[in-house]
C-alpha cells in the first residue's frame, strides 16, 4: 500500500534519458495526458507477493483514489495537494505532499518526456514501458508506466521505492470521460490532523 503512493522502499538503475528518439513514446503520453477522468478496477501486487484489488478514481491534475477491497481496511486518496493513506480500521492517516511522490509525474497534466526524469523508454510490439524518476523530488523512487502500443491505454504502473521494492498497480475495466463528485477526492483533514 505504501508502494502505492510511491513512498515504500526501492531504486532502479538510472538509464540515459532515451526518450527524446521516441516519438512514439511521447505520442503515448500525450494521449494519457489528454485522459482527464478515469475509474475502473485494480489488482496490486506488493513487494512481498501480496495481493489485494479494488476501485481506482483518477482525475487530472493530481487527484486519485483507491478504495480497497474488503478485508483491506485501506484507502488511497491525493486531492491534488497531498496523499494520504488511510486504515479505516485502525483510524490511522499518513499524509505527504503529492508533489514528494511519484504519483505526482502520473497524475500531472502533461507527462512531457523530453525533460530529465526519463529513464528508460522501451518499445515491444505488445508493450510499450515508460521509466520515470526524478532523484531532487523523492529520492531516488521511479515509476514504470506500460501502455497498449495499438490504442495508447495505460495497462500497468509500477512504484519502485527507494529500498528497491516494487508495487505493481494492474487497471482493468477502465472507462474514461466520468464525472466525479467532488467528495470523491476529499481528504478528511480533521481526522488525519487529530493523530
Known amino acids: 500500500m505504501l508502494g502505492l503512493a510511491g ?7 538510472g538509464f540515459p534519458a532515451l526518450a527524446q528518439s521516441s516519438a512514439t513514446a511521447q505520442k503515448i503520453a500525450d494521449h494519457f ?25 483518477i482525475e487530472r491534475p493530481g487527484k486519485l483514489r483507491f478504495n480497497f477491497e474488503d478485508p483491506s481496511p485501506i484507502r488511497v486518496i491525493s486531492d491534488g495537494d497531498n496523499v494520504v493513506i488511510g486504515n479505516l480500521k485502525l483510524k ?18 502533461r507527462i512531457d518526456l523530453s525533460n530529465q526524469m526519463v529513464r528508460n523508454v522501451k518499445e515491444e510490439s505488445d508493450l510499450v514501458t515508460i521509466v520515470l524518476g526524478n532523484k531532487t523530488v523523492f529520492g531516488d523512487s521511479t515509476i514504470t508506466m506500460m501502455f497498449d502500443p495499438k490504442t495508447f491505454d495505460l495497462r500497468q504502473w509500477t512504484i519502485t521505492d527507494v529500498q528497491g521494492k516494487d508495487t505493481s498497480v494492474m487497471i482493468y475495466n477502465v472507462q474514461t470521460g466520468v464525472r466525479f463528485d467532488d467528495k470523491v477526492f476529499t481528504i478528511p483533514y480533521n481526522e488525519v490532523h487529530k493523530l
Not at 513512498?7 to 538503475?13: D, I, K, Y
Not at 490511522?92 to 502520473?106: A, F, H, N, R
Open 7 to 13: 513512498l515504500g522502499a526501492g531504486a532502479l538503475v
Open 92 to 109: 490511522t492517516w499518513d499524509i505527504y505532499p503529492l508533489s514528494k511522490t511519484p504519483l505526482s509525474l502520473l497524475l500531472a497534466n
Open 33 to 57: 495526458s489528454s485522459v482527464k477522468t478515469m475509474m475502473g478496477e485494480f489488482v496490486q501486487f506488493g513487494p512481498r507477493g501480496e495481493q489485494t484489488g479494488g476501485k481506482f478514481f
